[in-house]
């Protein structure tokens, strides 16, 4: 089955030690987005590559990095985790950005920062 | 700025009738979606709407009025699986998704 996959489902890290999650997709859309997500709250969004084209939110903080190396995959890098990027990360994928097309989203890597 | 309105919690019972409401105002349109989230887990796509009217898919309905920045989604004959956050989601003028902050819904026996 075509699928957008996240690993891992849980990540535990400590404060100020880097952590990168990954996502991978099978679906070959070519839209991938990366979101924070805390209890109760709206999705953030962080970033998204149409294709290669990287696209960072203006209030994404500069500790949040992320690569696309391929259609495929796409990684979220934390350089120095700290208690409030405790949340849940959500990659999700389109087709297209343009209207009609609805995202599809991964399981979610829950963070935990100790 | 742009902001998505949607009750924050709602209960239900099994069986019955639920709508749940959605006010937004957004720079641009291009579509509004719904969007149904389990505790702990990921969104998934429910409906999409692009123009006035109603659009039914089994025992959910969604519905929007551009005029008035609104959106509501019906669900029917509620099932208790169908306890979750309930999220809309509005395509801005450069087709990034606003979100609101989801309608948890409660549904009892």
């Not at chain 1, 489902?9 to 070959?28: A, D, E, H």
């Not at chain 2, 742009?2 to 019972?13: G, V």
Request: proline share 4%; with cysteine; charged share 15%.
């Amino acid at each position: 089955d075509a699928m957008v996959i996240q690993n891992p489902r849980y990540q535990v890290t400590q404060f100020g030690k880097p952590v990168t999650l990954s996502c991978s997709q099978t679906l070959n859309h070519n839209v991938m987005y990366w979101y924070q997500q805390k209890s109760s709250q709206a999705p953030k969004l962080l970033f998204h590559y149409y294709d290669k084209d990287f696209n960072n939110e203006a209030d994404t903080p500069d500790n949040f990095q992320s690569r696309r190396p391929n259609t495929s995959f796409c990684f979220l890098d934390i350089r120095s985790p700290g208690l409030g990027d405790a949340a849940m990360y959500l990659c999700a994928t389109s087709r297209e950005s343009a209207s009609s097309y609805e995202q599809y989203f991964g399981p979610g890597t829950r963070l935990t920062v100790t | 700025g742009q902001n998505i309105d949607q009750p924050t919690e709602m209960t239900a019972t099994e069986g019955a009738i639920v709508q749940i409401n959605c006010t937004y105002q957004t720079s641009g349109f291009n579509g509004l979606f719904w969007y149904q989230q389990h505790a702990g887990e990921a969104p998934t796509f429910l409906s999409y709407n692009v123009l006035d009217g109603l659009e039914e898919k089994g025992r959910f309905s969604s519905f929007l009025s551009r005029s008035k920045g609104y959106s509501y989604l019906l669900l029917k004959e509620l099932q208790m699986k169908d306890s979750a956050s309930y999220l809309c989601a509005v395509k801005d003028s450069n087709y990034q998704l606003i979100w609101g902050a989801g309608t948890k819904l409660i549904i009892k026996p």
